[in-house]
């Protein structure tokens, strides 16, 4: 079945901690995307990647970083400068060329800070 | 900037009622918008969208959307609600293209209920 994985489902950080998400994909897509869903507020776009080696900015990038070293792979790595990082945490991905393409999503990771 | 407002965070039908989530978007150009659903403590998938083919869109599980450009209003509807349509929905509309990538724009999400 083709699909988005991401892993851990669960994860818990100690204050001043790094920690990295996962998000692989066999959809072949080759963009990917980061949101954070935080209660009351819809989902935000924290980085995305139209292709390997690339990657940019989204409305809240500040305290994580990213890579794309692999077409399917693409984690997330919430940094110890993430003032309130306690959310959930949608990988998605599509193909690109249009704007009315389908975003696919995983089942997403939530993250508390002890 | 394109945005998307949802009225009403939480609505609550009975089962068998009529289910109506509202969703007004702002766009400067004409929009792609679509419907999104998530059950607790799972990623979101898309329900339908509007690509300007047909005004009436019509998506999985019974539901359908209208888009009425007049009043910016993309609502979703469905004629007899299910207990298995408890979720959260979220309307989102495509902002413009970032390097061949795509930006959505979502809305706060409403959470609906089913009384039995």
């Known amino acids: 079945d083709g699909g988005i994985t991401q892993s851990p489902k669960y994860l818990f950080r100690k204050e001043g901690q790094n920690v990295t998400l996962s998000c692989e994909q066999n959809?072949?897509?080759?963009?990917m995307y980061w949101y954070r869903q935080d209660p009351g507020q819809g989902l935000r776009l924290i980085y995305y990647?139209?292709?390997?080696?690339?990657?940019q900015k989204g409305d809240i990038a500040e305290g994580y970083s990213v890579s794309r070293e692999k077409k399917e792979s693409f984690p997330l790595t919430v940094t110890s400068a993430q003032k309130n990082p306690t959310a959930f945490y949608l990988c998605?991905?599509?193909?690109?060329?249009?704007?009315?393409?389908?975003?696919?999503f995983g089942p997403g990771t939530r993250l508390t800070v002890l | 900037a394109q945005s998307v407002t949802q009225l009403g965070s939480h609505v609550s039908v009975s089962e068998g009622a009529l289910v109506l989530l509202r969703c007004n978007y702002s766009?400067?150009?004409?929009?792609?918008l679509f419907w999104y659903v998530q059950y607790p403590n799972q990623g979101l998938q898309l329900l339908l969208k509007?690509?300007?083919?047909?005004?009436l869109v019509k998506g999985i599980n019974g539901f359908e959307a209208e888009f009425k450009k007049s009043e910016t209003s993309f609502h979703l509807t469905k004629p007899s609600a299910h207990m298995s349509d408890a979720a959260e929905y979220f309307c989102?509309?495509?902002?413009?293209?970032?390097?061949?990538?795509?930006?959505?724009?979502f809305g706060q999400g409403t959470r609906l209920t089913i009384n039995p």
């Open positions: 998605a991905s599509s193909t690109r060329g249009h704007l009315y393409n389908e975003q696919f």
């Open positions: 959809l072949n897509h080759d963009a």
């Open positions: 990647s139209q292709i390997v080696n690339d990657f």
């Open positions: 766009s400067s150009v004409p929009p792609y």
């Open positions: 509007y690509t300007s083919a047909a005004t």
């Open positions: 989102a509309v495509s902002d413009r293209k970032i390097q061949g990538a795509q930006k959505l724009v």
